[in-house]
């Protein structure tokens, strides 16, 4: 579990940006006490105080300077589009400012890596918001993967698909795999990672990029990762199978009650050396039948751990669990995938080793 | 629908193989007035016979030629491994039988092909019991495609995974995929066809081959088609989305009371010509959102409807709907993603329209 | 649909009670173009604050006098327990503000019935919260009944089980039946009613009352009305089968994608009349199998759709959809419950006629 | 689990009754290696012969006698209608045959006491075909509730609705409560038993009987017990909830992937000697929110199962776990409740305890 300190006095924090995403993160912010809502900052004032509506005290501003000069901001929270993270975050960092960025990190690797870097120099936290990872679920399929009760990893299959929002600037990939990836590379252990990436993806409704897509994901240890995004699907699915040589587990984020199904059943298959000659051809494989167990998990809003979590960050001085190089992981991820689209899926090689 | 018309004299028939498959045949045809079941075929005579049970007049033979010696057989059906298809099958047919022959057609593409040639040349029906393609819900949405209820398919993204038996031979693609395959060439308007595929998969548990993987196609239309197949998962999954532009059509084999759905939920994307300078960066998507319909369904067993089928072919000599080039066309494809497997993911391009 | 007409100025509004279900009142309130929020009063004022949060510019008071002198307010809004609700929406109809009561209306119908009157003498708005009638669902079931589209309601079945609070002064049946009796009272057509009630319960964990329980209807039509309200069921279920002579109607609650399916699917009895002397033996039933349909909904807040009705009722001084009269209607059967479950079970009458 | 010891002779066996039933009775004699089917009798030879089909030994027949003096006919399987099982019952016992009975057991209680009698003076076997004790999922509730995994019974809630074949003869309680209750008396330990009953119930479609109806039974614990039977739902739904003081069981006869779920959820009531006068008010009740273990189920089929308990009694000469007696207790629910559907719900008190 997370364990959080919180400071003695709050931090002082400004959220930029209040289309989509920004209203929930001024709604966590103000519901932790480790954080005192300072500023929402926005283009679009009018924009910025509906979402405060007609009774909040928090001041709006369209003016980024003004905010990151208020010496009573001590940390910023980025919502704005990923082609503008780069500007508004190294802003905030050279004014000294901690650093939360909605995902991906940065519109490009090179970009996210000048961030993770200026944030090193300056002995600032830089965190980035892949929410998924806080979920009480994924906390949970971490800690099952960390404690060995799946087994070793098999294959990973991830489905998230929907009637979306087609996005103006960018293409399934990059708008709801960074979820997928972001939990990959959070709940594996640390000896296993991705190594290559392929993609497939057709248009179909002429929107001119991508919205339906399957990423595969070879990883170091020979298992397999797929992950199935799509804007056009009327029927909302969010499930993954984690297939381990112990168990399997099962997530279904639609299903309140039953999030989490871990299966004690599977497919063994002898090693040759147990085996006489005979058996050989014939008892290969057994097969395991045992109950499934549906873990309790609490029902704690993903967002509110998160922002405690770059509370904990800020505080402490150490890395977030989700901090930029985590961004930076999963950015290299994406622009592989984007070139795999390019060339019709050639399988890509990741170089993730390097600078991790 | 489909029309049968039946024969004043029933069809002698003799299956060949009582291992898994052949018992539902067995029954079937016991079952169809079409048919009089003269043979059960199988080189284990005590398997055959506890297939028939303790109470049945069929006659039982572990040799093949005897059954096709008899004047009253006028057709057999093989369920027999792939491998020795041409055999059996070549054999039938050389004694002036109809054959039906278990999914996949033959081995190989190759072999496919002299099975193909050779009821030709002899006027015989050869057919595939692709059994899936008689389901109610397949047969309609064939008719739904057809009628354009849909639109034109935009994607097809299929599903079918369980725990399942890891075979001796075969790779899970060849195992599981020839049900989508077949399914797929059976409802595509003929228009529309596969022109190239690739193939990913994992073999996990160490058993040799792939037990977990995925094709995806490109059709000539442009759109994407996607097959996860999977022996290891412990769930069982058996869904797939038929992406229109007008429609979109789920298939969840699992649910009895709501198999189809057909969702007249999407996304529009306007063409920019109808579009004003203002607009085309604003309105180029909307989305519909209406009512869902779930289509009655009678509740016919797939394999009796298919028997029915064979009758009608072999009566009338016109083709099974799933006949021996529909067989060949599967086995294309399913070479096809084998090289892919083996390549690591590359594209393969078919032949398919050459020989069809 | 509702049609809202917002005021020119916003109606001042204050809720008292800052427990359970306030908080949900303030924050549909504070959304509203059409109020004002004034006040948040509360006995612990610190809960009150905490519910506000720190942001806010909302006053708080535990001084229900001060707030009820404060002339900017137009309206209360009641979710304190139900046996306060007399004495405060008394006090407040007595200082001339309009009532919003959180179910149920009061204590007991005797309570209900000097606030109903109240209210008419000084021509104030009495309405209660009756949630679930303001959901899209039941919008929509209203509308289907009053249009004919299921027929004549042969039978409703309403499921609403889930591991419940315990309340301490009150059993599961004054808990979650109020729901169901407000939406049976709220979509049934005028011309039927409920005239007789029966209860049978279980206390089960030795809580000092009933945890479980089930009430059985009769309505004037013959039809039956039977509910399931449970406070140990581990699972959640929010179901209801409307039964008709012509369609069937299933709403699910819990299934945001397919809340409610109407079943062109039933069973028609042919009348004696129709029938031949031979055929009426054998011939009374036939089955209709047809397709299921389940509308589309719009995704929107209940409370917010309840909050416009309540400044629609003030306003235009019209009755609200749940009016107090409804509130009425809903105490007298929950009372009725109440001296059956005493009783063993007997089926109690219904007076309800009498006063609506 | 059932232990079966094969006779060396197999049991001749005839089956009365080709109707809805008797095929399936006929497929499983003639799987199990216990029996050897020598008839299948009805009144409708044609009709007999169809279910045999065209390929089989077994012998047909319209007269009962004839089958009964075969000598080598020791059991007869009986499934035709309720109201004909006394006298052919009656008929296989004084031909000195054990006799299996479809349910109930009789028309009547009287009747079905007349079959006890007459077997028990004989000592010959009467069982009782209530099949659904024979599935996996109820052998293995009554193991958990015996073992006490499930602690006290606090509630049994079962839902067995679906659109059904309206009876000439029988209302919808007779047609189907016969499952709930059969289970219900096969689950519940020695000590546990209903003491009342009361009925509700209605028409709806002018059918002449109760087409929907719900029962709750009291039973000697306090314990509530409620069955909803429904010809008239056009969706199928069979769950039995088995609330328990440790633990709740959840059955969903239509999961196959998960029948049962026990979960570690529920509400804990200290009793007021654990607590201290401060606590008696507030800390009365508290939540337990544990794990969801879904057990591993055999998937074999309870007919088949339910013909090896057949040949047990019959061999070891001791009574069937559903022998005649549970077929008494079943009919004197059954005819208590009509009684209370008659007198509009009266709740009637059973006297079972005089003669078990």
Known sequence: MLVTSPLPAPIGVAVVGAGYWGPNLVRNFQSSPNFRLRWLCDLDVERAQRVLGGYSTVQVSADLDEVLADPSVDAVAIATPAGTHLPVAMAALRAGKHVLVEKPLAATHEEGLQLVEEADKRGLTLMCDHTYCYTPAVLRIRDLLAAGELGELHFLDSVRINLGLVQRDIDV???????????????????????????????????????????????????????????????????????????????????????????????????????????????????????????????????????????????????????????????????????????????????EGHMA
């Open 173 to 351: 990939i990059w708008d709801l795999a960074p979820h997928d990836l972001s939990i990959l590379d959070f709940v594996l252990p640390p000896s296993v990672r991705p190594v290559a990436v392929a993609a497939h993806g057709a248009d179909g409704i002429g929107a001119g990029r991508a919205c339906v897509a399957y990423l595969t994901l070879q990883l170091n240890t020979g298992a397999i990762a797929h992950i199935h995004v799509n804007w056009l699907s009327p029927v909302k699915v969010r499930t993954a199978i984690f297939g381990g040589s112990k168990r399997t587990l099962v997530w279904d984020d639609l299903n309140p009650s039953q999030r989490l199904s871990i299966y004690d059943r599977g497919v063994d298959v002898a090693s040759p050396e147990e085996l006489g000659d005979e058996q050989r051809r014939d008892i290969l494989v057994s097969y395991r039948s045992g109950d499934v167990v549906s873990p309790a998990l609490t029902e704690r809003e993903a967002l509110r751990t998160m922002v405690d979590e770059y509370a904990r960050a800020i505080t402490t001085g150490a890395p977030a669990l989700t901090d930029g190089r985590s961004g930076l992981r999963v950015l290299e991820i994406l622009q592989a995938a984007s070139r795999s689209l390019a060339e019709g899926g050639t399988m890509i090689k990741l170089n």
